[in-house]
């Protein structure tokens, strides 16, 4: 029986709670996770990124969106109907093909210190 690895459902990125129990909802809204990109080279530079040597990003580890500037989540389908720009929410947010994470407000500060030699 060939079992699909599932997506894991806390954030990979360092000090972010996000996912864990009393952790999932922020201002009334599920914070929802993205998966690790499956190319190469993009997921490498997720992994330069997020800034975390104590275990590689891999296809089940996972992402949320408060790590990606806002025009990176897609959080509506945009159609042009009789030349109107018409949006409908989608039911679960998307990224965009380029997207990146920029932000770590919770990184520990031994990973964002500058080391003197």
Known sequence: M????????????PGCRSGYPGHRVENGRKISLFS???DEHRRKVWERNLKRKDKPLTD??????K????HFVVRDYVHI???NEVRIARGK???TANAVPT?????PTYLSSVKVK
């Open 93 to 95: 947010p998307g990224l």
């Open 81 to 83: 109907i009789g030349g």
């Open 67 to 70: 790590h990606f500037a806002d």
């Open 2 to 13: 060939n079992k699909k690895k599932k997506t894991d459902t806390h954030c990979f990125a």
């Open 103 to 107: 932000f770590l407000p919770d990184l």
């Open 60 to 65: 089940t580890s996972a992402v949320c969106e």
């Open 36 to 38: 690790a990109p499956k």
